[in-house]
C-alpha cells in the first residue's frame, strides 16, 4: 500500500479516535463510568495515530527532523497514560505529561504547515497553534502539580490546548482524508 493510499485512512482512522476520545471525556464528566479510562487509552492510541501522521505527510528531505519533534511527543503522551492507567499520579499531572507530548505534536502541525508541507495549511497551523498552549503547563510537571482545585491558574491554559487535541486536530485529519479522496491522494 503506498504512502498516497495509506495517507487517507490513517487521516480519517485520526480523525474519529480523536472526536470520540473527546465524546468520551464528555460522557465520563456527566456520569462517570469507564469513560475516563476509554479517554485515557484513546489519548495513547491518538498519539501514535499522531506519529502515523507525521511519518506520512512531510517529503522525506524533511520527514526527520518534524518526525523527531512529532515522536517525543507521542512518547510523553504514552507517558500520561501510564501515569494515570497505572495510579501513578492523578489525572491532572497526567494531562499536564499528555498536554505536553500534543503540544510537541502541534510544533509538528505548525512545521510541516509553516514549510508549506501541510495541506489545509491554514486549518493545520490553528490546530498546531491551540495544541501548543499545552506547553504553558509544563513547569508544573516538574513541581508535581496534580490537585486542579489548587494548581495555579496559568495551568488551566494548557486546558485549552485540548480543544486543538481533540476538536482541530482531529477534524483536520478528517478534512485531510476527504480532500485526499477527492482529489486521488494528490
Given amino acids: 500500500m503506498s504512502t498516497e493510499s495509506r495517507l487517507p485512512v490513517v487521516a480519517r482512522t485520526h480523525g474519529i479516535v480523536g472526536l470520540t476520545t473527546c465524546a468520551c471525556l ?9 469513560f475516563g479510562f476509554i479517554n485515557d487509552i484513546g489519548n495513547a492510541l491518538l498519539g501514535l495515530l499522531s506519529a502515523a501522521l507525521a511519518w506520512l505527510l512531510p517529503p522525506p528531505s524533511h520527514r526527520f527532523l518534524l518526525f523527531g519533534v512529532a515522536a517525543v511527543g507521542v512518547v510523553l503522551t504514552i507517558v500520561g497514560t501510564v501515569l494515570v492507567v497505572g495510579d501513578i499520579t492523578g489525572f491532572y499531572l497526567a494531562g499536564l505529561w499528555s498536554s505536553f507530548g500534543f503540544a510537541l505534536i502541534g510544533v509538528w502541525l505548525v512545521g510541516i504547515s509553516r514549510l508549506g508541507l501541510a495541506r489545509l495549511r491554514r486549518a493545520a497551523l490553528v490546530a498546531g497553534l491551540v495544541m501548543m498552549l499545552g506547553l504553558v503547563g509544563v513547569p508544573g510537571i516538574p513541581m508535581g502539580l496534580d490537585d486542579m482545585d489548587t494548581a495555579p491558574a496559568w495551568t488551566f491554559v494548557a486546558g485549552v490546548s485540548w ?3 481533540y476538536l482541530l486536530f482531529p477534524t483536520w485529519s478528517l478534512r485531510l482524508a476527504g480532500r485526499d479522496r477527492t482529489e486521488g491522494g494528490s
Wanted: charged share 0%.
Fill in 163 to 165: 480543544a486543538g487535541t
Fill in 26 to 34: 464528555i460522557v465520563f464528566y456527566a456520569v462517570g463510568g469507564p
